[in-house]
């Protein structure tokens, strides 16, 4: 029996690694685990989006948007931009979230969901090289902490619309559960 299961989860850890990786190296690859960009409006081209893995996520994103290798203390960190728009993810407990910022004459929020997850998307303008911030915070849990981010800054304000698009395509990877438990 444990055989069988050791099995199980190599073969399903191989077909996760290999999604993540060819999720990551090539637009025109569509990885065996990924789902077309769903969440985003039905009369928008999707053909200006591709699916991204981010860690134990995927996310749609605009196709002119190009990754940026980084460097991280955890690992957890994504950047992709463009010559209007920054987006990163900080997939740790460590996330960024506002704090002074809740002060902002323009700062906006609201709690929903994202792939069945609770979440806190927020916006606000500042001045400066990006104007536009936009954020998501998600818990994994219901009654836990927030402990992954997404941020899309943009050089004009009112980014809120992208940002929220590309929010609505969020999906978490499914990952085997223990079946001992």
């Not at 134990?56 to 955890?74: A, H, M, V």
């Not at 690992?75 to 997939?91: K, P």
């Not at 609201?110 to 990006?130: C, H, N, S």
Request: hydrophobic share 35%; with cysteine.
């Amino acid at each position: 029996m444990n055989y069988i299961k050791s099995i199980f989860y190599v073969g399903y850890a191989v077909i996760l690694l290999s999604s993540f990786m060819v999720g990551q190296r090539s637009d025109d690859v569509k990885p065996p685990l990924l789902m077309a960009c769903d969440g985003l409006e039905k009369s928008e081209d999707v053909t200006n989006w591709r699916r991204v893995v981010l860690g134990g996520i995927s996310i749609c994103i605009p196709t002119n948007l190009r990754e940026i290798k980084q460097r991280c203390f955890d690992g957890g960190c994504y950047r992709f931009e463009n010559e209007e728009f920054v987006l990163t993810a900080d997939l740790d407990p460590a996330a960024g979230r506002p704090t002074s910022q809740k002060r902002y004459p323009s700062y906006n929020e609201q709690y929903t969901k994202v792939d069945g997850k609770p979440a806190w998307i927020w916006y606000f303008e500042r001045t400066g090289e990006y104007k536009g911030n936009s954020g998501i915070n998600i818990k994994l849990k219901e009654d836990g902490e927030y402990v992954m981010g997404l941020y899309l800054y943009s050089k004009e304000a009112g980014n809120h619309k992208l940002a929220n698009k590309i929010f609505n395509t969020i999906r978490f990877l499914p990952f085997p559960t223990n079946p001992e438990k």
